[in-house]
Structures are given as structure tokens and as C-alpha cells.
């Protein structure tokens, strides 16, 4: 992504930069992919869902993966198209299932039978009929952080295959609701494609199973989770989409008229943000040389909370000789680490250090612990 460090010196950190046109090309990609296919693809606005990007990514027509009610209306605010719009999440609230309900949102992904009856309710209430899809778990170990993988026995998302039928017969004899099809998302940031073949196969032997008992699906929900490539953004700026796709393409088995529908949101917007920020110190102990920035865990959670690294650049240095350093935030906890061992030219208080691949579950995820300011954020 662009990086105008003469702009950046100016500039109060820290803070996120967004590469819009990188967003755009990016965006560009997936409609190239999924032309003449019955693909419909969301963004999952969890990821990130600062204004400006929803405003370049609504544009591109695709729908919203939403998991709250404050999403759904960011989404509308936003101009995305209630037709286009599926809710997913453990614990839908009443007010918040009667929000999907009175947008006329295209589908709530449901997550038990006690969710499903209550949307039923409250669409009866109001005298309308309730899309849903059922949010399967497949156990399907996508090879992923545990906190990041959500499609296997031990998780809590999902309904269990062998509890699947009577649950599909409880949906089909609901009178408020409408089963439009499956959904599945097994976890974040999957780098091989082998657990996605996994899930066709799981699908294809499901929509099978379900046609033999009469249920046809218009649509099945692949979820998201394609990973991006932390570690060399530069060389790999957009993720493997036409690999990502093509197994969906070669695996899958369509019934006439069938929708797959795709939620990304890492791979969509993750490569279009780095996170900026100033050294404020560096300090030495006995075994170690400390880079402490004013960027710290409650602007990106990341490396705190799922052991994640970003690659660090050093934006002023001009130095050729490289030390090695623990890149540390501000923030009074001890997971406040971005890095441990990173090898960085000499770097000196002041220099300007970017995080790269920031993009997704950075901003979003601020906070204000330690009565810190939210990160601001800037556009290139
Ligand atoms: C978070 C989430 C996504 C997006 O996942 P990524 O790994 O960011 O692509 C998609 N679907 C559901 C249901 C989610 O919870």
C-alpha cells in the first residue's frame, strides 16, 4: 500500500492510513472472479467499518455480513441494500432481531433453535416472514488461531450435523419464517484452501441429503475467513481470490437457480490499512533494547490478542546497520507486544514506524482502556 511519508511527519500519531485505491483494486478483483457465477459476495463489517471504506465498498454493489444491531444500521447509514444484507452471531438480542426484521434484511443466520423460535415470534408479531439460513458447524478444523477458528464440535457457533434434521424440519414448519439455505463460515484468516475443499464436500453431501427429504436451498452461505499474507504485504497486497474461488468453482455442485453467497472481511480490508505510529522512547535493559511507540494495544489488539504479528517498518531511518528489538506499546499490561526479536535498522526516538496489514480488526477493534484516544485515521 501507498505510504506518503512526507505527509505522515505532519501528522499527529498514531494513527491509521487507508489506501483507498488499493481498497478499489482490491474490490475490482473479486468482481472480475465471480462474473457469470451465481456469487454473491458480503463484506463482513466487522472487520472495519469506518465510514469512508463502507462508502468505497458499498459502491461495488456487494452486500454486508452484519453481526449486531448497531452493524445493521451502520450498514443502512452506510447504503448498503437490506436485500443484501445477512445477520450472524450466538446471541441476537429481541431489539436487535427486530431490527433485521423491520429493514426486511435478506437473511438472519441462525445459530440455535431457541434463536429460531423468537424470530419466529417476533415476526408473527409484526406480520411478516423472517428470512433465515441455518448456521451449520461441520467440524471443520481450519488450521487457524483456536480463537479464530469458529467450525468445529468444541465451538460455540453452529448447529451440530447429527441434530441438523430436526432442525431443518423445526425451520420448514415455522410459519413466520423462511428457510432460504445454509450457512457456514469455519474461522479467520485460513492460508490453504484445503479446508474449503473440505467444506464443499461437507456441503455438496448436505444439499444432497437435504433434497432427499424435500428441502431445496436457494442459497448456500460459504462464510469467509481467506487469509492475507502478513508477513510480505508488499509482494502480496491482494489475497489469493482466483485460487480462493476456483475451488468453490470446481467443488461445489449447484442446484438450478442456487446462490452461493461469500462474507469476507480480513482479505477485503485488511491490506489497505498500516497503522502509524512515533518511537517514544527506546530504552536497553540487561538483555533487551525496547522500541516503545505511542501506538499500543488499544489500537491494535492484534498481536495481544491472538499472538498475531504485523510486519513493522521503520519510515525515517536511514540507517544500513539493523539491531534487533521488542517493538512494545504504551499500555499497562504486559501483552501490550507487537513484536519480540524484530529486526529493525538503528532506530532512534521520533522515527515514524508503520504496522502493516492493519486494515482489518485494527480500528475496529480500538479501544479506550487506559483512557487512551481512539486512533485517528487518514486516507491515500
Ligand atoms: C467475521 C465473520 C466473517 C468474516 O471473516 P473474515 O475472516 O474476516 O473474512 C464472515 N462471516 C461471519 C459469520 C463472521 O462472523
Not at 16 to 29: A, G, I, N
Not at 233 to 246: C, K, L, M, S
Not at 341 to 350: N, Q, S, Y
Request: aromatic share 8%; net charge negative; hydrophobic share 40%.
Amino acid at each position: 500500500m501507498k505510504l506518503p511519508i512526507d505527509r505522515f511527519k505532519e501528522l499527529r500519531t498514531p494513527f491509521y492510513c487507508y489506501d483507498l485505491s488499493l481498497l478499489r483494486s482490491t474490490l475490482q478483483v473479486i468482481k472480475d472472479e465471480i462474473e457469470g457465477y451465481p456469487f454473491v459476495v458480503h463484506y463482513a463489517l466487522k472487520a472495519n467499518a469506518n465510514p469512508v471504506l463502507l462508502n468505497e465498498i458499498v459502491k461495488t454493489g456487494i452486500g454486508a455480513d452484519l453481526v449486531s444491531g448497531n452493524e445493521i444500521m451502520a450498514a443502512l447509514e452506510a447504503g448498503f441494500s437490506p436485500s443484501r444484507m445477512a445477520y450472524a452471531g450466538v446471541g441476537k438480542t429481541d431489539w436487535e432481531i427486530e431490527t433485521g426484521i423491520d429493514n426486511d434484511i435478506y437473511c438472519f443466520n441462525v445459530e440455535s433453535v431457541p434463536e429460531m423460535e423468537v424470530i419466529n415470534e417476533i415476526a408473527a408479531r409484526k406480520g411478516k416472514t423472517a428470512g433465515i439460513a441455518i448456521r451449520v458447524n461441520p467440524n471443520i478444523d481450519a488450521h487457524t488461531h483456536r480463537y479464530i477458528t469458529t467450525g468445529t464440535t468444541d465451538n460455540k457457533f453452529g448447529i451440530d450435523v447429527p441434530v441438523l434434521d430436526e432442525v431443518v424440519e423445526k425451520a420448514v414448519s415455522l410459519s413466520n419464517i423462511h428457510l432460504r439455505g445454509l450457512h457456514f463460515h469455519i474461522g479467520s484468516q485460513i492460508t490453504t484452501l484445503e479446508p474449503f475443499r473440505l467444506l464443499c464436500e461437507k456441503i455438496n453431501e448436505l444439499v444432497e441429503h437435504f433434497e432427499k427429504m424435500g428441502v431445496k436451498f436457494e442459497m448456500i452461505d460459504v462464510g469467509g475467513g481467506l487469509g492475507v499474507d502478513y508477513e510480505n504485504p508488499e509482494q502480496n497486497p491482494i489475497a489469493p481470490f482466483h485460487d480462493f474461488f476456483n475451488v468453490f468453482k470446481q467443488s461445489l455442485k449447484l442446484r438450478e437457480g442456487q446462490q452461493v453467497h461469500f462474507e469476507f472481511g480480513r482479505s477485503i480490508v485488511a491490506q489497505c490499512g498500516a497503522l502509524i505510529s512515533r518511537v517514544v522512547f527506546v530504552k536497553e535493559n540487561s538483555i533487551k533494547k525496547f522500541v516503545i511507540l505511542d501506538a499500543g494495544m488499544t489500537d491494535l489488539i492484534r498481536p495481544a490478542l491472538y499472538s498475531a504479528h504485523h510486519k513493522i517498518v521503520n519510515l525515517t531511518s536511514q540507517k544500513q546497520e539493523q539491531e534487533i528489538y521488542d517493538v512494545v506499546g504504551p499500555i499497562c499490561e504486559s501483552s501490550d507486544v507487537f513484536s519480540t526479536d524484530e529486526k529493525l535498522p538503528i532506530t532512534r526516538r521520533g522515527d515514524l514506524i508503520a504496522l502493516l496489514t492493519a486494515g482489518a480488526y485494527g480500528e475496529s477493534m480500538a479501544s479506550r482502556y487506559n483512557m487512551r484516544d481512539l486512533p485517528q485515521c487518514h486516507f491515500c
